[in-house]
């Protein structure tokens, strides 16, 4: 899978939370009919608790986009999609945390990010992620994440005969 130990098979993945609080997903992977583009939302909406109505992406695009790699050698889901798993893991713990401090709750833990929304599970309050993004700064609503595939080399030996 991937490129292997010639060139190094890596992808940089960005999801950003919108001012209408929906998560944008930057894709520098094209998707050429084998369904990366559902994959990507899927991995998102599942990490972010959200559903698809909370989630746009941004297919390539060289001004938007981060490099990521062909898509080719059945690499896309593997590489790109544990970019995308550091980004969005990345970006809850960050506003879970910023949540924590906003509900006044004693850790991240009694925070939870719903569809479209952020609760506090102690006190019962919620707040939308349109309103919440309003609290943030730009820097605070944005995490990349990258990934290099891992590669073995192996030596063959001689056999003498």
């Not at 950003?16 to 939302?41: P, S």
């Not at 952020?118 to 990349?144: M, Y």
Request: glycine letters at 8%.
């Amino acid at each position: 899978m991937g490129y292997g130990p010639v060139v190094p098979d890596c992808a940089n993945a960005k999801i950003e939370l919108t001012e209408e609080g929906k998560f944008r997903i930057f894709a520098g992977v094209v998707d050429m009919g084998q369904g990366n583009a559902t994959t990507y939302l899927q991995i998102v909406g599942h990490i972010l608790n959200q559903d698809p109505s909370h989630l746009e992406l941004v297919l390539p695009d060289t001004a938007r986009t981060l490099p990521s790699g062909s898509a080719s050698a059945s690499r896309t889901t593997y590489t790109f999609g544990n970019a995308l798993i550091e980004a969005a893991q990345s970006l809850k713990d960050r506003l879970l945390k910023r949540a924590k401090d906003l509900f006044m709750a004693d850790v991240k833990e009694e925070t939870a990010l719903t569809p479209g929304g952020i609760r506090d599970l102690s006190g019962n309050q919620e707040i939308s992620l349109s309103e919440f993004a309003r609290f943030l700064n730009p820097s605070e609503k944005v995490a990349t994440g990258f990934f290099q595939a891992p590669w073995l080399r192996t030596f063959q030996q001689k056999i003498r005969p």
